[in-house]
């Protein structure tokens, strides 16, 4: 079955520091790559997402990511994060099977940034 | 205002019991879903709908049934709701079955 495995559950950074926070799925074949964030008391958003084409996808609020496929990984980077970026981000991937795109989400990274 | 929502927003309910968590969007979209969402879990999905009439099963969907007689309502209901089923529920919708989705606010549900 397919798999998403975020492999940060939680992160504390200090302003300014730089992000990496990683994704690695389990599937061979298409997929659809996304970055959802969730800030706090709200729904999810998206951040990013790649399809196709240059595997380094730039995003919203200055965040980037790096497809690469013989790796299975699609990890979310932010140069320097801010106080507001404090919150939950989801890595998530569509796998085609038997014609049927169904997103599947990891399990989710908790993003503290102390000012 | 176009968008998706959610009712009722928060939910406590008795073990046993039937609860209908309601979902409603304004696009128009083909495709709608049901996640739940609990620590240690991320967002696993409940069920799915490809169209008006056409549902089908996700990752956790013992427990939960869908209807969705019309294009822009696609309810969760708990049956005889349990402790466990006791989470976070976002309902969310696409355009296709491969563009990034779009949010509701989320039913927080309490079962006792």
């Known amino acids: 079955a397919q798999s998403v495995s975020q492999h940060n559950h939680h992160v504390i950074l200090s302003e300014a520091a730089s992000l990496e926070l990683g994704c690695n799925y389990s599937?061979?074949?298409?997929?659809?790559l996304f970055w959802y964030v969730q800030y706090p008391g709200q729904h999810l958003q998206l951040l990013l997402k790649y399809f196709s084409g240059d595997p380094l996808v730039k995003g919203i609020k200055g965040f980037e990511a790096e497809f690469i496929k013989s790796k299975f990984s699609f990890n979310l980077r932010k140069p320097s994060v801010q106080w507001s970026d404090t919150a939950e981000y989801f890595c998530?991937?569509?796998?085609?099977?038997?014609?049927?795109?169904?997103?599947?989400f990891g399990q989710g990274t908790t993003l503290q940034v102390k000012p | 205002d176009a968008g998706i929502t959610q009712s009722p927003r928060y939910k406590i309910t008795e073990t046993g019991r039937q609860v209908t968590l309601m979902c409603h969007q304004t696009?128009?979209?083909?495709?709608m879903f049901w996640y739940r969402q609990d620590l240690g879990h991320g967002l696993r999905l409940i069920y799915y709908?490809?169209?008006?009439?056409?549902?089908d099963k996700g990752e956790v969907p013992d427990g939960y049934v869908v209807s969705r007689s019309k294009t822009e309502n696609f309810p969760l209901t708990l049956e005889s709701a349990t402790r466990s089923q006791t989470s976070v529920y976002f309902c969310?919708?696409?355009?296709?079955?491969?563009?990034?989705?779009?949010f509701g606010n989320g039913t927080r549900l309490t079962v006792t």
């Open positions: 709908s490809a169209a008006a009439d056409i549902t």
């Open positions: 696009w128009s979209h083909s495709y």
């Open positions: 599937y061979g074949g298409t997929v659809n």
């Open positions: 969310a919708s696409s355009d296709s079955d491969n563009s990034p989705l779009h």
């Open positions: 998530a991937v569509n796998a085609w099977v038997d014609n049927t795109g169904k997103l599947i």
